[in-house]
């Protein structure tokens, strides 16, 4: 069984659109999530991270985490081409720095 | 603030050498972990090193070895190079004191084994 589960996509959505992405954790005990960010041929660079439940706002995007559900969740307002890329959903469960990584969901914005 | 460093960048190797990577974390930042990412595995954690003490470590075989350096800076071993080990490898750093501590990425050895 996965640890950190996300939809590998492709997610289309139209230019201007509300992108959803969403991402479930096996470790009921998890206390950090983050949400990064991956061009094509880059490293990952860190969007958002969260740490209590609900919502969290940053600019167009919003992460929510609802820990009883074991779910987290990215929305991306206004969607632009340029937010095309693969998203990568991170939960640390072990303490200081163990992070495991989900595979990531491709996101594609149509103009 | 400059961000994390890795070098080299780029690296050809062929099976049954070793290769050592290097990243310089961000000034101030006393964690950093490596991670190996491939196209069919995604990013999988190697190892995580603190004071230059190895905290945490993930499922590799012992191979893959690393170091931190009392300058925080790391390094990371790979010995008798295979095939599979053909892959991005990333260095990320973090303040390191608490779990919830954001990690960020260096710009990744991409190393290719013929």
């Known amino acids: 069984q996965k640890e950190v589960e996300q939809n590998s996509g492709p997610l289309s959505v139209p230019e201007g659109a509300i992108a959803s992405l969403n991402c479930t954790y096996s470790?009921?005990?998890?206390?950090?999530f983050f949400w990064y960010r991956q061009y094509s041929g880059k490293s990952p660079e860190l969007i958002m991270s969260?740490?209590?439940?609900g919502d969290k706002e940053d600019g167009r995007f919003t992460a929510q985490l609802n820990k009883a559900s074991q779910y987290v969740s990215l929305l991306i307002r206004d969607s632009q081409p340029s937010d095309s890329a693969t998203y990568l959903c991170a939960v640390n469960s072990g303490g200081y720095q163990k992070v495991t990584f989900g595979t990531g969901t491709k996101l594609q914005v149509i103009p | 603030k400059a961000g994390v460093t890795q070098t080299p960048r780029y690296l050809i190797k062929t099976r049954g050498q070793q290769v050592t990577l290097s990243c310089s974390p961000i000034?101030?930042?006393?964690?950093v972990s490596w991670y190996q990412q491939t196209p069919g595995q995604g990013l999988q954690f190697l190892f995580e090193?603190?004071?230059?003490?190895?905290?945490n470590k993930g499922n590799f075989p012992g191979r893959f070895s690393g170091r931190q350096f009392s300058n925080s800076r790391s390094e990371m071993n790979v010995s008798t190079l295979e095939l599979g080990d053909s892959a991005l490898y990333l260095c990320?750093?973090?303040?390191?004191?608490?779990?919830?501590?954001?990690?960020?990425f260096g710009p990744g050895t991409r190393l290719t084994v013929l």
């Open positions: 470790d009921r005990g998890s206390q950090s």
């Open positions: 000034s101030g930042h006393r964690s």
């Open positions: 090193y603190f004071s230059e003490t190895q905290r």
């Open positions: 969260i740490y209590s439940n």
């Open positions: 990320a750093s973090s303040l390191g004191w608490t779990g919830g501590n954001e990690q960020f």
